[in-house]
């Protein structure tokens, strides 16, 4: 059983950077692709970026292109989250997940073994 633990999280204000990691344990993590997701109150989790289990190819939702950057260490079991010019509108949990089926990276139903979630507040 994969578990993943987010990181990095924390108070910033808009403008700002945060670099969120997220910690696998388990053998198998280069096997898979991972994402990341986000839950804002009162809203459904949205995706916000995905990588394949090589890292050449990479996801983003339109809000955070060119913002904000995954990467991983498959040496570390790590995934990481680089996040740049952060908004107000940025401010949700943040979650990493394990791509266990086929299909597109976009939907939160082709994910498990999701982490405990860190939060991201990004005051204006």
């Known amino acids: 059983q994969v578990q993943l633990v987010e990181s990095g999280g924390g108070l910033v204000p808009a403008g700002g950077s945060l670099r969120l990691s997220c910690a696998a344990s388990?053998?198998?993590?280069?096997?898979?692709?991972m994402g990341w997701f986000r839950q804002a109150p009162g809203k459904e989790r949205e995706f916000v970026a995905g990588?394949?289990?090589?890292?050449?190819?990479?996801y983003y939702a339109d809000a955070v292109k060119g913002r904000f950057t995954i990467s991983r260490n498959n040496a570390k079991n790590t995934v990481y989250l680089q996040m740049n010019s952060l908004k107000p509108e940025d401010t949700a949990v943040y979650y990493c997940?394990?791509?266990?089926?086929?299909?597109?990276?976009?939907?939160?139903?082709?994910?498990?073994?999701w982490g405990q979630g860190t939060q991201v507040t990004v005051s204006s």
């Open positions: 997940a394990r791509k266990i089926s086929g299909g597109t990276y976009y939907a939160p139903d082709a994910f498990g073994s």
């Open positions: 388990g053998r198998s993590f280069s096997n898979y692709g």
């Open positions: 990588i394949s289990w090589s890292g050449d190819r990479t």
